[in-house]
């Protein structure tokens, strides 16, 4: 019997690049992309974890190929993406998934460096990321951008404002990006992740993190990053191509309580 659809949801031989890919969303992501036939480029600046990765990736029989680099050095991304297309081929797919997470109340003596490390990394990295890989993403009209922000990009936590200013800047790079990409095919989309447990979180005990679900998330627990990924696989199919410009919560409907 012939299938009724039209519309594909491989991503076989596709090439994507996951940054922040040495552990939690970005691990979780560079895994499943591999195991749905991506060419995955894992980029992180922990050079170990990016080893581990694409171990863990080849030894399962997938394809990937690790990059280390710190993207707070917007200059070196021109390079990095060079790499990544000599070595695997145009890219189709970026994940723009690395995050630093930097407290800060603006009278703190640290802030303003706080401030600085965290939109280099969090928003400018990733607009430099579109801008290395633009030609690659137009090409076939199919190109596919995540970016990756937070659940304080759409709301705040008291003492966050670098990281939470950041994040919300995300939110609207991708919508005008999603603007500005419309009409060459390429879909541009943002995640917000909740509470989830990775490096990030990892400092939190597991009573303050049940504590916390219980009060805030409908789902009374924190997610886990391939709840994350899966998502973001979603958003990078074929068949994925009229969402453009939308702010997903994945939240376990944190959002959407009130109370």
């Not at 499943?32 to 974890?49: P, Q």
């Not at 990321?129 to 090409?139: F, Q, S, W």
């Not at 074929?238 to 939240?251: E, K, R, T, W």
Request: aromatic residues 4%.
């Amino acid at each position: 019997m012939s299938r009724l659809s039209t519309l594909s949801r491989s991503i076989d031989g596709r090439v994507a690049i996951v940054t922040g890919a040495a552990s939690g969303m970005g691990r979780a992501t560079s895994h499943l992309f591999a195991d749905e036939g991506a060419k995955v480029a894992v980029v992180d600046r922990n050079s170990e974890g990016v080893e581990s990765v694409v171990r863990e990736i080849t030894d399962a029989g997938g394809t990937a190929k690790g990059y280390v680099a710190d993207l707070a050095d917007g200059d070196a991304i021109p390079g990095l993406v060079d790499q990544v297309r000599g070595d695997l081929g145009p890219i189709d797919i970026l994940i723009n998934n690395a995050g630093i997470s930097l407290p800060g109340v603006i009278t703190d003596d640290h802030w303003e460096e706080n401030w600085i490390k965290s939109f280099a990394v969090n928003i400018t990295a990733q607009a430099k990321l579109v801008r290395a890989c633009h030609d690659d993403l137009v090409r076939n009209a199919d190109g596919r951008i995540v970016n990756i922000a937070s659940t304080e990009g759409l709301g705040a936590t008291k003492g966050m404002s670098p990281y939470t200013a950041s994040k919300t800047g995300v939110t609207g790079l991708t919508r005008s990006l999603a603007l500005e990409y419309g009409d060459r095919g390429v879909t541009v989309n943002c995640i917000c992740p909740g509470p989830i447990r990775t490096g990030m979180t990892a400092g939190i005990n597991d009573e303050a993190k049940n504590k916390f679900a219980r009060r805030r998330v409908p789902l009374r627990r924190y997610g886990d990053p391939e709840e994350v990924a899966q998502i973001t696989l979603s958003l990078v199919l074929p068949a994925a191509s009229y969402l453009n410009g939308a702010i997903i919560p994945v939240d376990g409907g944190m959002i959407a309580q009130n109370t």
